[in-house]
């Protein structure tokens, strides 16, 4: 599984990320990118970006099965190193880190899984990119997509240049600011997680508790 039961650990990690959108003027109009400059635009936005705040939808189909996994929820990160992923639909999620520990709360389960950043990277190849310590065409090869481009919406397709346990590969789909739109990874098994982001704000002030989580009483802490 990927983020929490729906096992997005891509993640940016990325992801997740993502994600950050910013609202500089774009450069390139006119003129058709390639992938790869495409790419070197999305990484030179999101270096600009210190906070972001988005709210996002995923789902998360598995071969063989008509079965689909749905969520929603809020995404907020801050650099270097924070990120907070708040599942609000099907059930209560929290993905959150700060910078030294990543904590995951599943209310269903009543439980809370926590494990250093360093052991957490290795499952989720989006993470690094969301919280600035990654760089895309550095840990991709970037690629034309597979997949349609959207309206309004350029895509490229990301392979991890060194072998990722779960993820093969991404379709990303980027705006006229070079901001993420859309995610798409697919993993080794084939299943795909879609990510979607909306309401994208940009270097807002973002409060330091915002990174911290006390679950309910009862909750299993689980050290890893």
Known sequence: MSRMDFNLKPLFSLLLALTFLAVLPASGHGAALT???????????????KTMTA?????????????????????V???????RWDYQTPERQVLIS???????????SAQMVVQPVAQYINSDVTYAFF?????????????PPERQEEAGLKAIK?????AHPQVDY?????????????????????SITNISLA??????????EVFTFTPPLGTEIIEQ
């Open 35 to 49: 992938p790869l400059e495409l790419a070197q635009k999305l990484q030179a936005r999101y270096e600009e970006t």
């Open 55 to 75: 709210d996002f939808k995923q789902s998360t189909s598995v071969p063989m099965t008509s079965r689909k996994r749905l969520g929603a929820g809020k995404l």
């Open 77 to 83: 990160i801050s650099k270097p190193g924070r990120i």
């Open 98 to 108: 700060n910078g030294k520990k990543v904590s995951m709360y599943v209310a269903s």
């Open 131 to 143: 919280v600035g310590t990654g760089n895309i065409v550095r840990d991709f090869k970037v690629l």
């Open 158 to 162: 990301l392979v991890p240049k060194t």
């Open 170 to 190: 991404l379709h990303v789909w980027i705006d006229e600011n070079f901001m993420i739109r859309r995610l798409e990874i697919v993993d080794n098994f084939g």
């Open 199 to 208: 309401n994208i704000k940009r270097n807002e002030p973002v409060s330091p």
